[in-house]
């Protein structure tokens, strides 16, 4: 169980246009889903978190125009980098957050597989 | 603000077994995770500490020691496979929404 999928898991854009990613919970309802960005040999940096049916809430220094997040419904998450430059060229992962404690007792996030991202 | 802090490369031979420390500073603190990540994929979950002590689970062990801020994972019998980068995150409480913030990585290297 508790398994997230990202889409597409490769995409290359030409600067300037848009790309959506999409994060899925495929057998839990998750209530809140987080968006991270990594650079190569590098952690995961928080971008934003994603609550069903609410605003994102953006990290400080996030562009929250440039990075369009929607959270539709409790199994689907998007985020849209709009007039992508060379430089949001990175591995972005989601995770979700089941709507219930999991095992260890405590809100676990479950990751997607990540989308590597690359604008020529 | 947060600080998390692990090493950045640590090598160690096949059957052998290494330790992955982790420093943190931060308020409302609400449990410390360790991740395996292979190069290209996501994080996966290795462990959870809330209280202090040791979390044993097979070959891997997590401890936690909340008065200083430390936490380490113990990889025991090492396998080539156990290459990967080592992620500590700590969570916050429900007001700060329950985030994850990740150290550095440190990325372990299993030689034959």
């Known amino acids: 169980g508790a398994v997230v999928s990202q889409h597409p898991s490769r995409v290359i854009c030409k600067s300037g246009t848009s790309v959506k990613i999409e994060c899925r919970s495929l057998?839990?309802?998750?209530?809140?889903m987080f968006w991270y960005r990594q650079f190569p040999k590098k952690s995961l940096m928080l971008m934003a978190t994603?609550?069903?049916?609410?605003?994102?809430?953006?990290e400080q220094g996030v562009e929250k125009d440039k990075f369009l997040i929607n959270h539709a419904s409790l199994t689907l998450s998007t985020l849209t980098v709009t007039s992508a430059h060379p430089e949001d060229s990175s591995f972005y992962i989601c995770?979700?957050?089941?709507?219930?404690?999991?095992?260890?007792?405590?809100?676990?996030?479950?990751f997607g597989p990540g989308t590597r991202l690359t604008v020529t | 603000g947060q600080n998390i802090d692990q090493p950045t490369e640590m090598t160690a031979t096949e059957g052998a077994i290494v330790q992955i420390n982790c420093t943190y500073q931060t308020s409302g603190f609400n449990g410390l995770f360790w991740y395996q990540q292979h190069a290209g994929e996501a994080p996966t979950f290795l462990s959870y500490n809330v209280l202090d002590g040791l979390e044993e689970k097979g070959r891997f062990s997590s401890f936690l020691s909340r008065s200083k801020g430390y936490s380490y994972l113990l990889l025991k019998e090492l396998q080539m496979k156990d290459s990967a980068s080592y992620l500590c995150?700590?969570?916050?409480?429900?007001?700060?929404?329950?985030?994850?913030?990740f150290g550095g990585g440190t990325r372990v290297l299993v030689k034959p």
């Open positions: 994603s609550n069903e049916g609410s605003k994102a809430t953006y």
């Open positions: 995150a700590v969570s916050r409480i429900k007001a700060a929404g329950n985030k994850l913030t």
């Open positions: 995770s979700a957050r089941e709507r219930r404690m999991g095992l260890a007792g405590v809100h676990e996030q479950y």
């Open positions: 057998d839990f309802q998750a209530t809140t």
